[in-house]
């Protein structure tokens, strides 16, 4: 993606780099990951993160400092940020097409710890959207580590950030909400994280959306982009990091989904540009 230097940047990102989360708060950690969150959360695509915390009932950030502008000189930030407005972009058109109206949410670029409306979380969450505040939260570090794991490259960073623009998606389409109630009537722990597992392929479908239609607009693919792509979805399945962490594979304790079922609906995205192919679930 070496033509995204020309491309626009986005006014909704946030940086809160420098600035740390006001002392006496407590970190709210839990939910179904258990131990697997303190060995390989850090290695997630975050999803919702009121499925890991307790959503703080004022929300809103309680931080020390004041948030700026990503810096013009900081290649990393700007790279997000033409990411970001690629996906308001192409959002903004898909829902205008279907007669609705695309709400652009504020990407937050933070480090270590950073408060949002879904509470205190460390970096160590990884990438997450919070439906609190409508928020994508985003600690550039993670992509060292993604890089590490066997996801490398400028696509492999853009499908993060259109993933998480993937959650932003299914909360203003009223999908989220319909989950959480069917995950709330669930019969067991698995059941409620088979429902988890089919807003995160939905989500990777919807970044494979975003990126078929920015391409279409601005022929931003090179040759090795998909590849990095799948690459990164493949580094972050439950399956891979379950064994990073020595642990039984049980795919009943999957939470994202495996290498291959993360692969398979980013592409899905990818070939058709089609919302509605990413129907999982009804699958």
């Known amino acids: 993606m070496v033509r995204w230097r020309s491309e626009r940047r986005s006014t909704n990102v946030e940086d809160r780099r420098g600035m740390r989360p006001r002392m006496g708060m407590p970190m709210k950690m839990g939910g179904g990951l258990g131990a697997l969150v303190v060995l390989a959360v850090v290695l997630l695509l975050g999803g919702d993160p009121s499925d890991l915390i307790n959503?703080?009932?004022e929300g809103g950030p309680a931080t020390t400092g004041q948030p700026r502008p990503a810096?013009?000189?900081?290649?990393?930030?700007?790279?997000?940020?033409?990411?970001?407005?690629?996906?308001?972009?192409?959002?903004?058109?898909?829902?205008?097409?279907?007669?609705?109206?695309?709400?652009?949410?504020?990407?937050?670029?933070?480090?270590?710890a950073v408060q949002s409306a879904c509470g205190l979380n460390s970096a160590a969450t990884g990438p997450f959207y919070c439906p609190g505040d409508q928020k994508v939260y985003l600690d550039l570090d993670f992509f060292r580590e993604l890089s590490r794991l066997g996801g490398p490259g400028d696509f492999a960073a853009a499908y993060v950030v259109g993933h998480e623009i993937g959650h932003h998606v299914q909360q203003l389409?009223?999908?989220?909400?319909?989950?959480?109630?069917?995950?709330?009537?669930?019969?067991?722990?698995?059941?409620?994280?088979?429902?988890?597992?089919?807003?995160?392929?939905?989500?990777?479908?919807?970044a494979g959306v975003w990126a078929y239609h920015a391409n279409q607009q601005?022929?931003?693919?090179?040759?090795?982009?998909?590849?990095?792509?799948?690459?990164?979805?493949?580094?972050?399945?439950?399956?891979?990091?379950?064994?990073r962490a020595g642990r039984r594979v049980a795919p009943e304790s999957?939470?994202?989904?495996?290498?291959?079922?993360?692969?398979?609906?980013?592409?899905?995205?990818?070939?058709?540009?089609?919302?509605?192919?990413?129907?999982?679930?009804?699958?």
């Open 55 to 57: 959503v703080a009932p």
């Open 71 to 112: 810096p013009e000189n900081d290649e990393a930030a700007q790279f997000i940020s033409v990411v970001l407005a690629s996906t308001e972009d192409v959002w903004g058109q898909l829902f205008a097409r279907s007669g609705g109206t695309y709400r652009q949410p504020t990407l937050v670029l933070y480090e270590d």
């Open 173 to 206: 389409a009223g999908l989220s909400d319909q989950v959480r109630q069917m995950q709330r009537a669930a019969r067991s722990q698995a059941e409620g994280n088979a429902l988890q597992v089919r807003m995160e392929l939905q989500a990777d479908c919807f």
């Open 218 to 243: 601005r022929n931003l693919l090179e040759p090795g982009d998909v590849d990095e792509g799948l690459g990164a979805a493949a580094a972050i399945g439950d399956d891979r990091l379950l064994r």
């Open 254 to 283: 999957f939470t994202h989904g495996s290498s291959e079922d993360r692969q398979r609906w980013l592409l899905t995205g990818l070939q058709s540009g089609d919302v509605d192919a990413c129907e999982t679930l009804q699958n």
